[in-house]
């Protein structure tokens, strides 16, 4: 095939190569490099900003000092393709990512993700991830470049075999345009302090706010094991149509997660969230959350819906199942 029939992707033989990796495993199922950590914990509620103004983290007082953040699922069996094994560039997420970049499909972009928790993992668990490709929508046209929306579905189990919890990621796959001249480039600012949410509004939800600096896109991206460099490299970013670094989609979550604990402690435990995101989150700008509380399906379960909006519009919105913890403070 030539590269013009190739690049043409409208309705030729590239799609239909696409579509014959609709549910096909990502490869072998992968062991986490390491078991579920106190110091990959620690670092984590650091870049999330668990940490108070003395450098002491909360998050891990009494019972938290052996259990994981939920929303750290994902991050331990997170792949650095930089460090891979030999059979890793030839596994099929290898081929069908090498597929999508050989026809230009080089940007990446995390859009939504959904995750179910079986239950919380603990310190000393090793954890194992099966992943496949759910789906690949057809050529979108987007702001950054026209693109096809890929999710992946994600599997993880302990050690002895027994279900922990699930994850469908979905990201855009894009052919990069330039970024627009003149937008912001990359500014810092210190690390923002732990501070407390604002009193209840009249609608009854809670706000909270984050300074966002490129310390925090950067090791947020880092403790979650995703080293992309979109998220820590402003020339590659502009080169594929971001103003600046962009914040990881795990680092949102996280964030939400973060939002939850201030205005909630460990009253509540989520059991699922589902996120979407919006308008990018780049080093400069600020989030402020808001949140507000609704009776879930179970009896004394509660769905938060949490949003996270910029000066640009809404970066996140995201429903999180709660049910009530056993060691509420």
């Given at each position: 095939m030539s590269s013009d029939t190739a690049r043409s992707d409208r309705g030729t033989a590239f799609p239909e190569r696409l579509a014959g990796w609709v549910g096909a495993a990502t490869g072998a199922p992968r062991p986490a490099p390491d078991p579920v950590?106190?110091?990959?914990?620690?670092?984590?509620?650091?870049?999330?900003?668990?940490?108070?103004?003395?450098?002491?983290?909360?998050?891990?007082?009494?019972?938290?000092?052996?259990?994981?953040?939920?929303?750290?699922?994902?991050?331990?069996?997170?792949?650095?393709?930089?460090?891979g094994e030999p059979e890793d560039a030839v596994s099929p997420v290898a081929r069908f990512e090498q597929e999508l970049e050989a026809d230009g499909f080089t940007g990446v972009l995390g859009t939504t993700s959904v995750q179910r928790y079986h239950r919380q993992l603990r310190v000393g668990d090793d954890v194992v991830m099966s992943g496949r490709i759910k789906s690949i929508?057809?050529?979108?046209?987007?702001?950054?470049?026209?693109?096809?929306?890929?999710?992946?579905?994600?599997?993880?189990?302990?050690?002895?075999?027994?279900?922990?919890g699930l994850i469908e990621m979905t990201s855009l796959r894009y052919r990069p345009t330039e970024a627009p001249r003149g937008e912001r480039a990359a500014t810092d600012r210190p690390a923002p302090a732990?501070?407390?949410p604002s009193a209840p509004t009249d609608d009854g939800s809670t706000r909270y706010s984050v300074p966002v600096s490129a310390t925090l896109v950067?090791?947020?991206?880092?403790?979650?094991?995703?080293?992309?460099?979109?998220?820590?490299?402003?020339?590659?970013?502009?080169?594929?149509?971001?103003?600046?670094?962009?914040?990881?989609?795990?680092?949102?979550?996280?964030?939400?997660?973060?939002?939850?604990?201030e205005w909630h402690g460990n009253r509540w435990?989520?059991?699922?969230?589902?996120?979407?995101?919006?308008?990018?989150?780049?080093?400069?700008?600020?989030?402020?959350?808001?949140?507000?509380?609704?009776?879930?399906?179970?009896?004394?379960?509660?769905?938060?819906?949490?949003?996270?909006?910029t000066e640009r519009g809404q970066h996140l919105a995201a429903a999180v199942g709660l049910r009530p913890a056993a060691d509420a403070r």
């Open positions: 950590n106190l110091p990959a914990v620690r670092r984590w509620c650091q870049a999330m900003g668990f940490a108070d103004e003395t450098g002491h983290i909360l998050r891990l007082e009494g019972e938290g000092s052996s259990l994981a953040p939920v929303t750290m699922l994902q991050a331990w069996a997170h792949h650095d393709r930089r460090f929508s057809d050529l979108k046209q987007t702001r950054l470049g026209e693109g096809r929306f890929i999710t992946f579905a994600y599997d993880y189990t302990d050690g002895a075999g027994d279900p922990v732990r501070a407390g950067v090791t947020g991206a880092l403790a979650t094991s995703d080293f992309h460099r979109v998220h820590h490299d402003a020339a590659f970013a502009r080169a594929n149509g971001n103003a600046d670094i962009i914040m990881s989609i795990m680092t949102s979550l996280g964030l939400v997660e973060r939002a939850l604990w435990q989520i059991t699922d969230a589902s996120m979407k995101l919006g308008s990018p989150c780049h080093p400069g700008d600020t989030l402020e959350f808001s949140c507000s509380l609704a009776d879930g399906i179970d009896a004394g379960t509660r769905v938060a819906t949490v949003r996270a909006m």
